[in-house]
């Protein structure tokens, strides 16, 4: 008997917002092209700010939250940070270990980063499940951040105005004594066509995607996912409060929520206002959602995640 709960949630976005009109005086666009191809209005770009400030503020906020939303909740119970992010500031030490010490978390926790691109906030969510299984301590700090902007290449239209930075936290908890679903499962599949952005040394370290592969990748995984889900956990779409999944374009979501007859309006959607920004995006969308008090307790919400690797990640949480 366990329950795998997210507790609290923050978010981080960088003060300089940039609009699809000033997207239009770098590139060779338009307002019209890309909100009719994604629903995307504005994004948030890095000036001041970077993956780990982000991820500072955001996973810090959920600490200030999981304060006032669990009496129990006390910061030495934090066993676990992860953080989950293809952008960190460093090669080495990971955004997890410098969000710990910001975070003033002591000695005693295991943190380190993911890259599963923009599955990396759902696995890092299945990792902090199954790590806390075999922990003493209760709670995890998981987050994804990140700085897009940093792999962008401005001259490309193709890619350019679709991502954005930004950074997404949960505070979770395995209580021992409570009972409640929680099923995440993860998959992937090695392509370094659709989806790639070379590293260290690499003559040009810019994303290059083909799109409308990813598109039907996309379309074709989260249902996939999303059925898994509820086939392994006995739920159908009218039991599911919210399905949340990774903002990468409102067209991809339109496609997919078609799909679950009579659900349709449980799709969140709020790519228009940050863009894609990937392993943060999930995060960000929780964080609205609990923020605006939509999700209550004893809520079931189901997330998916997919993105380059190629991979994808679905999971069903009870709030
Ligand atoms: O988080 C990772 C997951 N990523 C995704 O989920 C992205 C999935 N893919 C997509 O969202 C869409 O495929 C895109 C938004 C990237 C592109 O939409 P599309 O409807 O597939 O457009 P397209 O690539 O077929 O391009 C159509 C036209 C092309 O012009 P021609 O060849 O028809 O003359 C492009 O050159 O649109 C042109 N185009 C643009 N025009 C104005 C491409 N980008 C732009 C742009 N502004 N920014």
């Given at each position: 008997m366990s329950l795998f709960q997210i507790v609290a949630t923050?978010?981080?976005?960088?003060?300089?917002?940039?609009?699809?009109?000033?997207?239009?005086?770098?590139?060779?666009?338009?307002?019209e092209w890309i909100k009719t191809r994604t629903g995307i209005s504005e994004r948030y770009f890095c000036k001041e700010e970077s993956?780990?400030?982000?991820?500072?503020?955001?996973?810090?906020?959920?600490?200030?939250?999981g304060f006032e939303r669990d009496a129990f909740f006390c910061k030495s119970d934090i066993g676990l940070v992860i953080a989950a992010t293809s952008t960190s500031d460093y090669v080495f030490p990971s955004t997890a270990c410098v969000v710990a010490k910001s975070l003033e978390l002591g000695t005693d926790v295991m943190s380190f980063d993911i890259n599963a691109a923009c599955s990396g906030f759902m696995y890092a969510l299945r990792t902090a499940k199954a790590l806390l299984e075999n922990m003493d301590k209760k709670?995890?700090?998981?987050?994804?951040?990140?700085?897009?902007?940093?792999?962008?290449?401005?001259?490309?239209?193709?890619?350019?105005?679709?991502?954005?930075?930004?950074?997404?936290?949960a505070l979770v908890k395995l209580d021992r004594e409570k009972d409640g679903i929680c099923y995440i499962n993860s998959f992937s599949e090695g392509n370094n066509e659709d989806l790639l952005c070379e590293g260290i040394g690499a003559k040009d370290n810019y994303l290059k995607m083909k799109g409308q592969s990813v598109f039907k990748f996309a379309v074709r995984v989260i249902k996939q996912s999303i059925d898994d889900v509820l086939?392994?956990?006995?739920?159908?779409?009218?039991?599911?409060?919210?399905?949340v999944c990774h903002q990468a374009n409102a067209r991809i979501i339109d496609h997919v929520k078609k799909q679950y007859e009579g659900g349709e309006h449980k799709f969140f959607q709020n790519v228009e206002k940050y863009a894609n920004t990937s392993a943060a995006s999930i995060g960000i969308a929780l964080d609205e959602l609990f923020v605006s008090g939509s999700i209550r307790e004893g809520m079931k919400i189901i997330c998916v995640g997919f993105g380059?690797?190629?991979?994808?990640?679905?999971?069903?949480f009870t709030t």
């Open positions: 923050g978010r981080a976005l960088p003060a300089s917002k940039v609009t699809n009109e000033d997207m239009a005086k770098l590139v060779e666009t338009s307002d993956c780990c400030s982000l991820a500072i503020k955001a996973a810090g906020e959920a600490v200030v939250r709670y995890a700090l998981v987050v994804g951040s990140e700085q897009m902007s940093k792999l962008l290449d401005f001259t490309d239209r193709n890619t350019c105005v679709l991502f954005g930075d930004g950074s997404g936290a086939e392994k956990t006995g739920l159908s779409i009218n039991d599911i409060d919210y399905v380059a690797g190629l991979t994808w990640s679905a999971g069903v």
